[in-house]
């Protein structure tokens, strides 16, 4: 499981709607079991500050559905107090987040569904931050997928345009990966 994890997060594209993967996949099954592995996207220009994270990971459930259920729905809850808890640790001020929302698109010939929720935050260095946290999942990797962007809250608009494209990139990715990891039928 936790390699097929590994794996698929090797396996994304390294340029994604011109963000760019140079780090290694990080590991974070080490530290966590069930917390799987991440892959950082960034754009070439560091002023505009746009970072996606992909992360791919169990949370030791090996049963997911790709639809949105109220497990999913608990687990984003679980990612949104995360984002509370950077404040309460003092490394954010001024978190705000907003109701989740399911949202389901269509890629490549194939259905996803997705649960999304913005959060708003000013960082140490008083810069106002947004992120957009994206959980969905895919069944035949048995594994979450969730995608974190952040980048300056100005740049709001520049950023949904790559969000969109981005989160179908990964999702159909990794979609792609599973079914090339199923064994032909013989017949």
């Given amino acids: 499981m936790v390699d097929v994890e590994r794996a698929a997060t090797e396996a994304l594209p390294d340029e994604i709607a011109g ?40 949370n030791r459930n090996f049963g997911v559905d790709e639809e949105i259920t109220p497990a999913v729905e608990s687990l984003m809850e679980k990612h949104l107090q995360e984002m509370q808890a950077l404040k309460d640790s003092g490394l954010y001020a001024d978190v705000k987040t907003e109701t989740p929302k399911v949202r389901t698109f269509r890629w490549g010939g194939v259905n996803y569904q997705v649960i999304e929720a913005d959060v708003r935050f000013t960082t140490r260095d008083d810069e106002e931050k947004q992120s957009l946290i994206v959980l969905g999942a895919n069944s035949e990797l048995m594994s979450f997928i969730r995608i974190r962007y952040t980048y300056p809250r100005s740049k709001q608009a520049r950023a949904r345009s790559k969000t969109t494209v981005f989160t179908r990139s990964v999702f159909h990715a990794a979609h792609k990966f599973a079914q090339a990891q199923k064994t032909p039928d013989v017949p």
């Fill in 19 to 58: 963000l760019k993967s140079t780090d290694p996949v990080a590991d974070r099954e080490q530290n966590q079991r069930g917390a799987g592995f991440t892959r950082v996207y960034r754009e070439d220009d560091a002023e505009n500050g746009f970072v996606a994270t992909v992360f791919v990971y169990n």
